[in-house]
């Protein structure tokens, strides 16, 4: 078990006004070499999860419940230092934004030898040569006149590629890829995930692959996770979840994916927005949205049993 | 090549329109005699000093004479001591170098410091203590300033020389006033750049490469941070002379900007427009500095990069 996540809950502290907590206990599992997709719509937490397992919360957030068990260490229970330390050394994440996630003012092969440095502690030129040995390895052409140029003279995917090699300087056990194909073109989009899962693979490493497009993650993640509203509301491998969602608010993404089966036809929505994490209804978050809400949704959240969260499925002790 | 061309006929033309309008201004406010000579001066005296100066010339010939002894580097003679113009104001030069570079360095060494404190410290007791001097120093002006130091460090602690130059006692007082004010407007300029930089995702990128906070603010937020502060900067040296004129004639410090105010108060054509062209020329020397600068620390605006993107 390469990750393991508790409980966790994220508050976030706001200047006179009470605190939110956008991820309110969500537990998952990643194992080495496999893939897991956190699904769900954009404010359902999903993000905040993956900031609080990579340590780079916000300054007015915090874990303020659950536990992160990093390779059987618990993070809570390292002092910052040693956390960070242990964070450097066995994990990576990769963001939406890459042309933004790029020093403006410094080479892609400076921005990528310094994670190498200080990951493995190589010398300047050690790096700069493991910086375009990974440029390579991600697929960009040319790597050592690339590895000179500055992220502005480069496309959105290849600095997403360059953001990729940044990511697996040093061979994380674990890569956080948050909406990191969301921005892109969709062939430029297929050529990411195929890295990536070439990368999981060649490498072994355990993936976190975030995502609002269920239809993105079905051949690339062997476990997806819902969340709704800081919550996860279903938790199934990819083959079990796609052949029969359990949660109301999982089959109603289902029904909302593009099919080229079926292409002439509207396209179902699910009414109605997330809503906001400083005004949850009470009892199941998703009840005001859902079809088959009755009095007991809106007065009792629902636990996650057996894989999902949903008053209306009769979980078998 | 062609870009270095277009900046230097542009500067050409810039000088052009400083020298020929400070030439007609100064021409068309008055006529020198009535200040240079006493009051009860006989009007043959008076005509004597016109010819002399080539005042009785219709105004274009005087402009068209002076620009062509300009064009051989001759920038006249001072009505005033009939010394070279040049010279004069050669003399004077280092003072005021002296002066403006001290309170430059002053102000760099105080404000930009501060300005990445209050940012990074953003909303702290530091940030609000060290934007409240700042408007402090920023709102007070020179002349005030000037003079509430001499109140206080010459004529009540008597630690200080009030006026003149020569030791370096006597630049203490003029340094800081006139470097107070810029240094504050820096640490402003410099914490709202920072405060701008520090929420960009490039900087939680470098927190996830494992970069600890003296390395993510030093390599990766300042460098970003500076560029426009440059730009600023540039702008800043211009206000930097302003300054230092009026600071000069409180201190009695013997610069270019005591030598203008003494200049223009006697209509001292040649000293005045002397003075104006070096300044002219000192800001545009100072444009194309940060424009160089500003390329150095910038990639996305460094000549001939770009154009490769795929």
């Known amino acids: ?317 | 090549m062609r870009w270095t061309a277009i900046k230097i006929a542009r500067a050409g033309i810039t000088m052009w329109l400083v020298v020929t309008f400070v030439f007609f201004v100064l021409r068309i406010s008055g006529d020198p005699t009535d200040m240079l000579l006493p009051d009860d001066i006989d009007q043959a005296t008076r005509d004597f000093y016109r010819r002399l100066w080539g005042l009785d010339q219709p105004l274009l010939t005087q402009y068209w004479s002076y620009l062509m002894a300009l064009v051989q580097g001759d920038f006249g003679i001072s009505f005033r001591n009939n010394l070279d113009a040049y010279d004069l104001v050669m003399e004077r030069v280092p003072k005021t170098l002296l002066l403006t570079g001290t309170a430059l360095i002053i102000s760099l060494a105080i404000g930009i410091p501060l300005g990445i404190l209050a940012a990074l410290y953003r909303d702290s007791w530091l940030d609000r203590g060290v934007m409240a001097v700042a408007v402090f120093g920023f709102s007070m002006p020179n002349f005030f300033l000037g003079i509430l130091l001499i109140l206080v460090f010459s004529l009540q602690l008597r630690v200080l020389p009030s006026s003149g130059s020569g030791t370096w006692a006597h630049l203490i007082m003029p340094a800081a006033t006139l470097g107070i004010s810029f240094a504050a407007q820096f640490a402003r300029y410099t914490r709202s750049s920072m405060i701008d930089v520090l929420s960009k995702p490039y900087m939680r990128t470098a927190r996830s490469k494992g970069a600890g906070p003296g390395r993510r603010v030093t390599l990766h937020a300042v460098p970003n941070a500076s560029v426009p502060i440059v730009t600023i900067l540039g702008f800043k040296i211009g206000e930097l002379i302003g300054g230092a004129v009026i600071t000069e004639t409180v201190f009695a410090w013997p610069g270019i900007g005591r030598l203008l105010t003494t200049a223009v108060g006697s209509r001292d054509l040649a000293v005045v427009q002397c003075i104006m062209i070096l300044l002219a020329l000192t800001m545009v020397t100072a444009n194309a500095i940060t424009d160089l600068i500003y390329g150095w620390i910038d990639p996305r605006v460094r000549v001939g990069a770009g154009a490769t993107q795929k």
């Open chain 1, 1 to 317: 078990m390469l990750l393991h996540v508790k409980d966790l809950a994220v508050t976030i502290d706001r200047r006179a006004k009470t605190p939110v907590r956008p991820v309110r206990g969500v537990s998952l599992t990643v194992d080495a070499g496999t893939t897991v997709a956190i699904v769900g719509e954009s404010g359902c937490g999903k993000s905040m999860t993956c900031l609080a397992i990579s340590g780079l919360l916000p300054a007015r957030g915090r874990v303020s419940a659950g536990q992160i068990i990093l390779q059987g260490q618990d993070l809570a229970a390292l002092d910052a230092k040693s956390a960070m330390a242990l964070r450097r050394a066995s994990m990576a994440s990769v963001f939406q934004d890459a042309t933004g996630g790029l020093n403006p003012v410094r080479s892609i092969g400076w921005q990528i030898a310094e994670a190498v440095r200080l990951r493995v502690g190589a010398t300047r030129a050690e790096a700069a040569k493991e910086a375009v040995r990974l440029l390579g390895r991600v697929g960009l052409p040319e790597p050592e006149r690339r590895a000179r140029e500055y992220p502005h003279q480069f496309s959105g995917g290849m600095n997403q590629r360059a953001m990729i090699a940044l990511a697996i300087a040093g061979s994380p056990k674990l890569l956080i890829a948050d909406e990191a194909t969301t921005a892109l073109d969709v062939t430029v989009q297929a050529q990411i995930l195929d890295l990536i899962g070439d990368l999981r693979d060649s490498l072994g490493m355990g993936v976190i692959f975030v995502t609002h497009d269920l239809g993105l993650v079905a051949q690339y993640a062997e476990q997806i996770v819902v969340m709704y509203a800081g919550r996860v509301v279903e938790r199934a491998e990819t083959a079990a979840l796609f052949a029969a969602p359990r949660h109301p608010y999982t089959q109603a993404l289902l029904t909302s994916l593009p099919s080229a089966a079926k292409p002439a036809e509207r396209l179902p929505t699910i009414e109605g927005v997330v809503p906001p994490i400083d005004a949850l209804p009470p009892g199941c978050a998703f009840a005001p949205r859902c079809s088959r809400a009755n009095h007991i949704c809106s007065q009792e959240d629902p636990v996650l049993l057996g894989g999902v969260a949903c008053h209306h499925i009769q979980v078998m002790a």
